[in-house]
């Protein structure tokens, strides 16, 4: 019997959740899947930092502006040159994002490499008119000083990357320009194998904008990028690494886009959220930022619903962390330091989230409900589970009273607990097995 892939509104209605999952429908391979062990890392460590950074920095209107704005190449490349030139070196600035992201409680980074504009953050050979940042205006390989952060403050190095660039024709009309197709589809493999072969080990491949012209799914555009092809050949330089769906195979993880509240039922396969910590991706200066309540609560709700959450901070033209993001992240930090074991090395818990009010993690034999709001959670009654509740706790040790019965299970939370307004008050649970 063929195996019957669910996509679209039935894997929608399947999911009971909002998330909104970009680049479904891409062509499979199983010999391509992970195995859990495989994957395991990526789903202990729950939280990444994304960065969006290059030429678009420096005229401050998002990493989109060159095909917004229709700015010509001769321009672009004139600011590549002349006015993308940070005052300090490439590995300050990376050091910046990693210990930031560290102290942010971050366990992995993803950093874009290339975006659509075409401009190579790396010396790379195989760049369509050596558009890279070691030819122009920064002269510094940013791949090599990002992954050499990432080892210095201990996280696992994942690389963005479009295979798409708005410099080639053959990307707007792959027919009816079939060289220039050609050649950025060359310039794609060219460069994923540079990035898997000379910067150590990879651990994420987070290909964005597989389609083509804008349109269509990314699967749709699998008769041009061959992704199979091309992520057996980055499986052969980076063994168990891990891909977005994007590149048009359907990938090891699903994304949610976008700063979408999420609510509804657990998710039953990898996914991860990714937002950006402003409007923009790329840096917009006097943009409006997330506080460090709002990212904590999206967190706690993405990991209920066994997601990571993949937070970006666009850094401005001198590659600094805008003061704003700075705040948050070092408040989420802070945050994790004390409630971390209800975060890392989780999975979505036994009870089902109840949207704006509670849900739950576990590891092991120990629940970690994570309440949003106290006030309705004092109402309710939580579905009763099949375990023995042997003690319920704050982070802290001291305890909490509760009742487990038939009808289910009664978390009596302290005065002090209930008026508080927290973003996500962590109750610890110990089950006798
Ligand atoms: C969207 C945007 C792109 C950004 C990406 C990050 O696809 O178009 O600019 O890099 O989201 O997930």
Redesign the pocket.
């Known amino acids: 019997m063929e195996e019957h892939v669910m996509q679209g509104a039935e894997l929608q209605s399947m999911l009971k959740s909002n998330v909104n999952f970009v680049g479904l429908g891409g062509v499979d391979d199983e010999t391509l899947h992970l195995s859990e062990e495989e994957m395991k890392w990526w789903r202990d460590a729950k939280f990444g930092l994304f960065v969006?950074w290059g030429v678009y920095a420096t005229i401050g209107k998002g990493?989109?502006v060159y095909f917004n704005d229709k700015i010509s190449p001769e321009e672009y490349h004139r600011i590549a040159m002349e006015e993308f030139r940070p005052n300090r070196s490439a590995q300050e600035i990376t050091d910046e994002w990693l210990s930031a992201a560290r102290d942010a409680g971050m366990k992995y980074a993803v950093m874009?490499t290339r975006?659509?504009d075409g401009f190579a953050m790396w010396d790379s050979e195989h760049s369509w008119q050596g558009f890279t940042s070691a030819n122009y205006g920064p002269k510094a390989d940013y791949v090599d000083a990002f992954t050499q952060s990432c080892r210095r403050y201990g996280l696992y190095t994942g690389l963005y990357y479009s295979p798409m660039d708005w410099r080639f024709p053959g990307y707007f009309d792959p027919q009816g320009e079939p060289e220039s197709a050609q050649c950025m589809k060359e310039q794609a493999y060219g460069q994923l194998r540079e990035l898997c072969t000379n910067y150590g080990e990879v651990k994420i491949m987070w290909y964005?904008?597989g389609w083509l012209a804008h349109n269509g799914s990314d699967g749709d555009a699998a008769w041009l990028w061959e992704p199979l092809k091309m992520n057996h050949m980055i499986r052969d330089l980076q063994p168990g690494i891990l891909t977005t769906p994007r590149s048009g195979y359907k990938g090891d993880f699903q994304?949610d886009?976008g700063p979408r509240e999420v609510v509804g039922a657990i998710v039953p396969i990898p996914w991860e959220k990714?937002m950006t910590i402003s409007t923009a991706?790329g840096y917009r200066p006097n943009d409006r930022y997330w506080n460090s309540f709002d990212l904590i609560q999206m967190m706690a709700n993405v990991i209920c619903r066994d997601g990571n959450f993949l937070l970006n901070v666009g850094p401005d033209a001198n590659g600094c962390f805008p003061d704003e993001a700075k705040q948050a992240l070092g408040e989420v930090g802070e945050w994790l330091r004390e409630n971390g074991e209800a975060v890392y090395g989780t999975r979505a818990g036994i009870w089902q989230p109840v949207d704006r009010v509670y849900g739950s993690t576990q590891k092991g034999s120990t629940v970690y409900l994570h309440v949003w709001d106290c006030a309705a959670f004092a109402e309710c009654v939580l579905p009763n589970v099949t375990g023995k509740i042997v003690r319920v706790e704050r982070l802290t040790g001291k305890e909490i009273s509760f009742r487990q019965d038939e009808n289910g299970v009664k978390v009596y939370l302290p005065e002090e607990l209930a008026a508080d307004r927290r973003p996500d008050t962590v109750l610890r649970i110990r089950m006798d097995k």
């Open positions: 969006h990493e989109w874009v975006h659509h964005d904008g994304c886009e990714n991706w």
